[in-house]
């Protein structure tokens, strides 16, 4: 993990979203590219919810929730591309061939052929459920952990954002916590996302379980 990005993920930590996403553009912006573009957009996301809730118009913490997860994922983007350090390039080193021109020959007693080890599969993450958000484009499945795992479909990159805890009210099935956020889902027993509109219970998705 690199400084920027730090600072980026104590913002979030703080509640301070609106620094977390200045800091990633100010720091995409001579880089360019999608991912300074994707950062522009959050930021646009983030400026229409404000004015929304300064009117009155919305005050549920879901599009903050959404926003703040797609900081963070492209924060991760910024540490898997080392995009903090741009200069750094990994030089093979030459090993240092040796003379034999100078020996005498003689034979040599042949040696079986070394069996080069196929590099084995990456063995994919298992998952029980997958949770859809509406209006959401980021994928977010349950692994057999209980870890959520959110998925960005347009670079593939998954990030860790929660967990799948046991609910202290009978009416639900279980909890869908953000960690990043401190926001709390309910879960019913239908598989269907509660969270809160200006108090009230509002349904926000929906899980779709694996057998």
Request: hydrophobic letters at 35%; charged letters at 15%; glycine letters at 6%.
């Amino acid at each position: 993990m690199g400084q920027v990005t730090d600072k980026i993920r104590a913002h979030i930590g703080e509640g301070e979203l609106e620094k977390a996403i200045d800091t990633l553009v100010q720091f995409l912006r001579p880089i360019g590219g999608e991912l300074y573009d994707q950062a522009v957009h959050q930021r646009g996301l983030f400026k229409s919810y404000m004015k929304d809730r300064m009117l009155g118009l919305a005050n549920n913490a879901e599009e903050k929730n959404k926003i703040s997860m797609a900081i963070l994922s492209l924060a991760s983007q910024v540490d898997q591309h080392d995009l903090e350090n741009p200069n750094r390039a990994s030089q093979p080193s030459t090993p240092a061939q040796k003379d034999f021109s100078n020996q005498a020959s003689y034979n040599q007693p042949q040696t079986p052929p070394v069996q080069q080890q196929q590099p084995q599969a990456q063995q994919q993450p298992r998952y029980k459920a997958q949770c859809f958000f509406t209006g959401d484009i980021m994928q977010y499945y349950i692994t057999e952990n209980d870890q959520i795992l959110a998925v960005n479909p347009l670079t593939n990159q998954s990030l860790i954002v929660g967990m799948k805890m046991p609910s202290n009210n009978f009416n639900f099935a279980w909890t869908y916590y953000v960690s990043a956020t401190n926001i709390y889902y309910m879960v019913d027993h239908a598989g269907l996302i509660w969270g809160q509109n200006f108090g009230m219970p509002a349904q926000v998705g929906y899980v779709k379980y694996f057998n």
